[in-house]
C-alpha cells in the first residue's frame, strides 16, 4: 500500500502551518497527563493494594512496554494510511484503555488494571510516532528542536495537573485507602480522548511528507538524492534511540519514586504534601522547558544537551547522597535540566532521514521502553535500601545521554567545525550540492554520478 499523498511544510500558507501545528500540539496533553497520574499511582497503589514498591512498578513496565512493543507496528501504520488515521487509531487505542480502568478500580484488581495501562500505552506510543514526526518535519530540520521544544511544553502543563489530583483527591480522607476517585479520573481522561477524536475528525490536518526536501530548499536535485540510505545505517537515529531509553528510563524513575524519596527524607512531608511538591517540580520542568524554546533558537542543541545532561547527572548524584531538604533543593534543579532532554534527542536522532523518518520515529518512540525497565532496577534496590540511594539508578541514564550529546558533538565538529549556534543544515545542504554541481563541462557525467552517491550527512559537512 502506497504511502498517502501530501505536501511539504513550506508549501502551506502560515494560517494552515499554525492550525495544523496546534491542533498537533494538542495531542501532547493526552501522554502529559496520563504519565502525570502514573507518577503518583504508584505510591497509591502500594497503600491500595498492599504491593511493595517493586510490585508497584508494573505500572510502568505496562504503559511504556507498550512503547516497546507497539511504536514499530504505529511506524508502519501512518506511513500506510496517514497521519490523521494514524492519530485516530491512537486516539481509539488510547480511549479504550481509559474506559476499562474503570471496571479495574471499581472492583479493585491490580491485574486489570495493569492490562489497561498497557492498552492505554498502544494508543500513546501512535499519538507520538504521529505528533513528534509530524512536528519535526513541519518547518527547517534547524529549529525542529526548538518545535518540539515548545510543543513538549504543554505536555509538561498537562504533566503536573496529574499530581495536583492526586495530592487534592487521591491522598486525603477515605480515597487515601480506596480507588474511588481513581475511577472517575479515567472515565474524564477517556472522554479526553472521545473529545479530541471528534476534533480531529472535522478540523483539517494536512498530510505532511518528508521525501521532497527539493521544496524546502528551492532545488531539485536535493530532492533525487536525499535517501541516506538503509535505517540501521543512520548511527544517530539507533544510537539515539540507546541514548533516548536511557533518558525516559531515568526520567520516569525519578518521577515515579518522588512521592517516597520525599516522605523518607524524614521532614515532615506527608504523602498528600509530597504529591503537591512533585506538583510543583512538574511546573519547575515546564517553566525550564518553554526557556529551553528560546534558548535552542540560538544554540545547538546537541551542545545544549551535552550541558543539560551533565548536570542532570551531577543532581542526580547529589539527590542519591544529601539528606534533608539540600536533597529536595537539588531535585528540583533536577527536573529543571531535565527539560529539554527529550525534544533534543528526538530531534538531533531523526534529523535528515528523509524518506526514512517515519520508521526513525518509530525507533526513536521505541526507547520509551526504558520507562518499564528502569523502575524495576530502582524499586529493587529502593526495596533494599533508602529510597534516595536508588537515585543512583537514573543518574546512569543522565550519564549516557551526555555521552550521546558528546558524541554528536564531536562529530558535527569533525564533519564542519564547532560552533555554539544552531546550524541551518537545509541552506548548507543547498550550498554543497550548487559547488557539487559547478563540475567542468568535460565532467558533467561523472559529476551526475559523484553527486548522486552523496548522502545527506556528507552534504552537510561540506558547508
Same mark, same amino acid.
Given at each position: ?18 492550525? /495544523? ?46 512503547? *516497546? ?6 511506524? $508502519? ?51 507520538? $510516532? ?128 518522588? $512521592? ?20 510543583? @517540580? ?32 551531577? *543532581? ?13 533543593? @537539588? ?48 524499586? /529493587? ?52 550540492? @550548487? @559547488? ?17 552517491? $552523496? ?9
Amino acid at each position: 500500500m502506497a504511502s498517502p499523498a501530501g505536501q511539504t511544510g513550506a508549501q502551506l500558507g502560515q494560517k494552515q502551518w499554525a492550525s /495544523a501545528f496546534a491542533l498537533v500540539t494538542s495531542l501532547c496533553f493526552t501522554w502529559g497527563f496520563a504519565y502525570g497520574l502514573l507518577s503518583v499511582l504508584n505510591a497509591h497503589f502500594q497503600t491500595v493494594f498492599g504491593v511493595t514498591k517493586l510490585q508497584s512498578t508494573f505500572l510502568q513496565l505496562a504503559y511504556f512496554g507498550a512503547y *516497546f512493543v507497539w511504536a514499530p507496528f504505529a511506524g $508502519v501504520i501512518i506511513r500506510r494510511i496517514g497521519y490523521k488515521k494514524g492519530i485516530h487509531v491512537g486516539l481509539a487505542l488510547y480511549s479504550i484503555g481509559a474506559i476499562f480502568c474503570w471496571p479495574s478500580a471499581k472492583f479493585e484488581t491490580y491485574g486489570g488494571f495493569v492490562g489497561s495501562i498497557f492498552v492505554t500505552g498502544c494508543g500513546l506510543s501512535t499519538l507520538e $510516532v504521529a505528533a513528534n514526526s509530524y512536528i519535526t518535519i513541519l518547518g527547517t530540520p534547524q529549529y525542529a528542536a526548538a518545535r518540539l521544544n515548545f510543543s513538549h511544553g504543554f505536555q509538561a502543563v498537562a504533566t503536573f495537573a496529574g499530581p495536583l489530583i492526586a495530592s487534592r483527591w487521591f491522598f486525603t480522607g477515605a480515597n487515601a485507602t480506596s480507588l474511588g476517585t481513581v475511577q472517575w479520573v479515567y472515565l474524564a481522561v477517556a472522554g479526553s480522548g472521545i473529545a479530541l477524536h471528534i476534533l480531529f475528525f472535522f478540523c483539517d490536518l494536512p498530510e505532511i511528507i518528508e521525501e521532497p526536501l527539493a521544496e524546502e530548499t528551492g532545488d531539485s536535485e536535493v530532492g533525487t538524492i536525499y535517501n541516506p540510505g538503509p535505517l540501521w545505517k543512520q548511527y544517530h537515529c539507533v544510537l539515539g534511540f540507546v541514548a533516548l531509553t536511557a533518558y525516559y528510563g531515568a526520567q520516569v524513575t525519578v518521577a515515579s519514586f518522588a $512521592v517516597n524519596f520525599l516522605v523518607d527524607q524524614k521532614v515532615g512531608i506527608s504523602q498528600s504534601k509530597a504529591s503537591q511538591l512533585l506538583s510543583f @517540580c512538574q511546573i519547575t520542568f515546564t517553566i525550564s522547558r518553554f526557556i529551553g524554546v528560546a534558548i535552542l533558537n540560538f544554540i545547538d542543541p546537541a551542545l545544549l544537551l551535552a550541558v543539560y545532561g551533565f548536570c542532570c547527572s551531577l *543532581f542526580c548524584l547529589l539527590v542519591s547522597q544529601l539528606p534533608g531538604y539540600r536533597a529536595v533543593g @537539588c531535585f528540583f534543579c533536577l527536573f529543571f535540566f531535565e527539560s529539554i532532554c527529550y525534544p533534543c534527542i528526538f530531534s538531533l536522532g531523526t534529523k535528515n532521514l528523509g524518506v526514512q523518518t517515519k520508521r526513525g520515529t518509530g525507533l526513536i518512540v521505541m526507547g520509551v521502553v526504558g520507562g518499564a525497565w528502569y523502575p524495576l532496577a530502582q524499586g /529493587a534496590l529502593a526495596d533494599r535500601a533508602y529510597t534516595r540511594r536508588s537515585y543512583l539508578v537514573p543518574m546512569s541514564g543522565f550519564f549516557t545521554v551526555t555521552i550521546y550529546a558528546i558524541g554528536i558533538v564531536v562529530d558535527q565538529t569533525r564533519k564542519s567545525g564547532f560552533t555554539f549556534h544552531n546550524r541551518d543544515e537545509l541552506s548548507a545542504m543547498h550550498a554543497a550540492d @550548487c @559547488c557539487l554541481t559547478e563540475s567542468p563541462p568535460d565532467d558533467a557525467k561523472a559529476g551526475s554520478n559523484r553527486r548522486k552517491r $552523496v548522502s545527506s550527512a556528507e552534504l552537510i559537512a561540506v558547508a
